[in-house]
């Protein structure tokens, strides 16, 4: 069964600090993973997409990482501010028939001063 | 235009209501969805909606009943709704329905429903 997996579930942290979030997938044929930032009461935003060839990619203070062997993928904040709190979810695409995505259980982030 | 509209925000209903939630999108997108989210989980999803036809329904009870009267407009007709349906109810869409979509899904806002 296609399952993936975010770690920490919440997190809190100071701002102008860092922080990484987690995911780890086993769906299989892989295409691809989002990260994807949902404020509260608000719809999912995209903020990455990262490909099977692809190691590293940064948008703004955001970078993610995948390494396709373990199936696993990070984001990295830099320097956070108050509006980074939000719930951060990993959503992977599988080759596999239809248009399905498997949503991660999302890691809720939040900044304080 | 890259947005998709929602409404209404808010919606309470009773159990023996009849209500619609609306999704309206101008990207060009042929793929349209319904999922719903409940407090601190990851969306679920309801319906997809490929070039106007359903092409997935993930054994979502009757009370809930997709319409795509065209390709930019998503309706969800809502009737005897229990109060565990209450949830934020999102539509999103995307630019094709094929293995050659990245994948990427555009959200509106959402519906939140409040069942009493």
């Known amino acids: 069964k296609n399952q993936v997996e975010q770690s920490p579930q919440s997190l809190i942290i100071l701002e102008g600090k860092n922080c990484t979030l987690q995911?780890?997938?086993?769906?299989?044929?892989?295409?691809?993973l989002r990260w994807y930032k949902q404020d509260t009461g608000r719809g999912p935003v995209s903020l990455t997409i990262?490909?099977?060839?692809?190691n590293t990619k940064s948008n703004g203070r955001y970078t993610a990482t995948l390494d396709a062997d373990t199936k696993q993928s990070s984001l990295h904040i830099t320097a956070s501010q108050l509006s980074d709190s939000a719930s951060y979810i990993c959503?992977?695409?599988?080759?596999?028939?239809?248009?399905?995505?498997?949503f991660g259980t999302g890691t809720q982030l939040k900044v304080e001063l | 235009d890259t947005e998709v509209t929602q409404t209404p925000k808010h919606l309470v209903m009773g159990m023996t209501n009849k209500k619609s939630l609306k999704c309206e999108q101008h990207?060009?997108?042929?793929?349209m969805y319904w999922y719903k989210q409940k407090a601190k989980k990851p969306p679920e999803l309801m319906f997809v909606?490929?070039?106007?036809?359903?092409?997935i329904n993930e054994s979502v009870p009757s009370r809930f009943s997709p319409e795509c009267p065209n390709s930019s407009l998503l309706n969800l007709h809502l009737h005897a709704l229990q109060p565990e349906d209450s949830a934020l109810y999102l539509c999103?869409?995307?630019?094709?329905?094929?293995?050659?979509?990245?994948?990427?899904?555009?959200f509106g806002e959402g519906s939140r429903l409040t069942v009493l």
């Open positions: 995911c780890n997938y086993t769906v299989s044929p892989f295409s691809n």
């Open positions: 990262m490909t099977f060839s692809e």
């Open positions: 959503v992977v695409r599988g080759t596999g028939g239809g248009n399905k995505l498997t």
């Open positions: 909606y490929s070039y106007e036809k359903l092409s």
């Open positions: 999103a869409s995307s630019p094709l329905p094929s293995i050659l979509d990245t994948g990427e899904l555009f």
């Open positions: 990207m060009g997108h042929r793929a």
